[in-house]
């Protein structure tokens, strides 16, 4: 258990875990309350764009490749790598890091897990819950890969703010997104 304070200060104990096959309808739910089709364009509080399938969820928990914070029996927030499925902009990361490399912008020889992903609850963004599940993913991934790799929409303030903070950097971007890596 750990302890997190929110925002009106109050503290809870959450579980930070990897997830299990359980976990998928409320992954599931969790992913499509946050999809930039329902919400238009308030992605100010870092919203994402990635719906992924019950199928997808499952090969990911299958591979260690999805952390969740745990409140109440209640999956509260996700972090994912997605180097599986091709859904959404996810799908054109491993062309993106490719594009990356042969620019000289990551090492050729770097071997990169693509498709970090975060979500967090509204009610509980701010309480310092994504961190802590990027480390647990993290330590999934020692040993098979040098670095995450992700894409932050430059219209999505708050998402660069939080990726930065937590270790991110940035290798590169264009017109509308940041290129961003993680060193496991």
């Not at 770097?110 to 993290?138: H, K, W, Y």
């Not at 894409?151 to 708050?158: E, F």
Request: glycine content about 6%.
């Amino acid at each position: 258990m750990t302890k997190i304070t929110l925002k009106d200060n109050s503290t809870i104990d959450v579980t930070i875990r990897n997830a299990t096959q359980n976990d998928i309808p409320s992954l599931m739910l969790l992913n499509q309350k946050w999809q930039k089709s329902v919400l238009g364009e308030n992605i100010k509080d870092g919203f994402v764009g990635a719906a992924f399938s019950k199928e997808t969820f499952a090969e990911l928990i299958h591979r260690k490749q999805i952390t969740v914070t745990d409140f109440d029996n209640k999956v509260i927030g996700y972090y994912l790598l997605n180097n599986f499925s091709k859904d959404g902009i996810i799908g054109k990361h491993e062309d993106f890091v490719t594009m990356l490399k042969q620019k000289d912008k990551i090492s050729k020889s770097s071997n990169i897990c693509v498709g970090a992903q975060a979500v967090v609850d509204t009610e509980f963004m701010g309480s310092g819950i994504r961190p802590l599940m990027l480390d647990t993913l993290v330590e999934n991934m020692k040993g098979k890969y040098e670095y995450l790799f992700a894409t932050i929409a430059k219209d999505n303030p708050r998402a660069f703010k939080a990726h930065t903070r937590d270790g991110w950097t940035v290798v590169d971007e264009e017109e509308s997104m940041f290129y961003v890596v993680f060193k496991v």
